[in-house]
């Protein structure tokens, strides 16, 4: 109670009509001059929307390049699946097709290397990679079909499916998926802070 009584005393002291915080003017600090930027200030100005950009101009998927070819197919799938989202999400469906041609050329270079021998899956057998590749393909397809007929439902629901068979292949073929994030450090909240002040217990 006596630091409420004082907050309203340095309230009214201040001149301030906001609520107080004790800490911020204790008693033995003079009370801080008047900020100009405190008196009363005109409304600034609503800034012009600007236009979006179209989804399909965001990035561009043929860019990301890995170590291997498979590598550079999952980079450019992840970037193509964002840019789907961003392309639901702003109405612009046929992006989706333009994105995920890039992934396709890069699965062709893919199957590829599978054929020419230079890359097989770290672990599991190549036959059943290739076999799990193909039906992963038929359901980006299945989005592609969906996206350039402007179908926003059977577009949401074949992302979803493509998403959902992400982890099958990589539990199985990846070599090592990345070890889960070390836990963050505890940042310490200080309860003890005017603004967190709480009820004794
Ligand atoms: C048919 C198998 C298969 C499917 C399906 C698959 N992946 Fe992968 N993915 C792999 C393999 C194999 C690797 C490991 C490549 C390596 O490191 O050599 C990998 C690695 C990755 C990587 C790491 C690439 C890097 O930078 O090292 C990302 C990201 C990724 N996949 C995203 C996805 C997403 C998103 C999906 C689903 C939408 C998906 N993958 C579906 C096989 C698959």
């Known amino acids: 109670m006596r630091h409420a009584w004082i907050a309203i ?3 009214a002291a201040c001149g301030r009509t906001e609520p107080a915080k004790p800490a911020a003017c204790p008693p ?13 200030t005109a409304p600034t100005a609503p800034t012009a929307p600007t236009a979006p950009p179209p989804a399909s101009t965001v990035a561009d998927c043929a860019a990301p390049t890995g170590a291997n070819p498979v590598q550079t197919e999952m980079r450019r799938l ?3 699946l964002q ?7 702003r109405d612009d ?13 890069a699965k062709e270079a893919t199957a590829a290397a599978i054929a020419a021998g230079s890359w097989a899956p770290a672990t599991g057998d190549v036959k059943a990679f290739v076999a799990l590749d193909q039906a992963f393909h038929r359901e980006l397809e299945a989005l592609v079909e969906a ?5 926003h439902a059977g577009a949401a629901a074949a992302l979803g499916r493509t998403l959902g068979a992400c982890q ?17 450090p505890a940042t310490p ?13």
């Open 93 to 105: 469906l046929p992006a989706i097709a333009h994105q995920l041609h890039v992934v396709h050329a």
């Open 9 to 11: 005393a340095l309230t």
């Open 78 to 80: 992840e970037c193509a």
């Open 168 to 184: 099958g292949c990589h539990a199985a073929f990846r070599p090592a998926a990345p070890a889960p994030a070390a836990p963050a």
């Open 147 to 151: 996206a350039m007929a402007r179908d």
């Open 189 to 201: 909240h200080d309860h003890a802070a005017p603004d967190h002040a709480a009820p004794a217990h």
């Open 83 to 89: 840019q789907a989202v961003a392309a639901i999400g």
């Open 28 to 40: 033995a600090t003079p009370c801080p001059p008047p900020v100009a930027a405190a008196a009363p």
